[in-house]
Nanobody
C-alpha cells in the first residue's frame, strides 16, 4: 500500500491550504484515514481522522473549527482542508492508514512520506 501526500507549501497566517493523500495498492475503503504532523524538534502528533465506515471524523483540539478531514472512496483520496492557519501549524503533515481510528501513531499500518506546511506570521 502506498500513500502519497500533496498540497503543502508556504502560506501566510490566516490563509488556507488543502492537503490530499492518494492511496494505492490496497482497499482504501477499509481503512480509517489519519493525518499526523511533526514540527521541528517535536514528536509526531495526531491531527485528524475519518472512519472507513460512516465517515465519522475526529480532531485534535487545536484544529477544531479550522481543519476539515474528508474522504472520497471512489478516488482513493483523503483530504485535509486547513483554514485560518497559524504559525504553530507549521510542520510536516503525514497521511496514515490504519484498520481502526486511533490517535496513536504506533497504531498505523501505512504512512506517506509527508508534505511540508509552512505558515508565516
Amino acid at each position: 500500500v502506498q500513500l502519497v501526500e500533496s498540497g503543502g507549501g508556504l502560506v501566510q497566517a490566516g490563509g488556507s491550504l488543502r492537503l490530499s493523500c492518494v492511496v494505492s495498492g490496497g482497499t482504501f475503503s477499509r481503512y480509517a484515514m489519519h493525518w499526523f504532523r511533526q514540527a521541528p524538534g517535536e514528536e509526531r502528533e495526531f491531527v485528524a481522522a475519518i472512519s472507513w465506515s460512516d465517515k465519522t471524523t475526529f480532531y485534535t483540539d487545536s484544529v477544531k473549527g479550522r481543519f476539515t478531514i474528508s474522504r472520497d472512496n471512489a478516488k482513493n483520496t483523503v483530504y485535509l482542508q486547513m483554514n485560518s492557519l497559524k504559525p504553530d501549524d507549521t510542520a510536516v503533515y503525514y497521511c496514515a492508514a490504519g484498520k481502526y481510528y486511533t490517535r496513536t501513531y504506533g497504531g498505523m499500518d501505512y504512512w506517506g512520506k509527508g508534505t511540508l506546511v509552512t505558515v508565516s506570521s
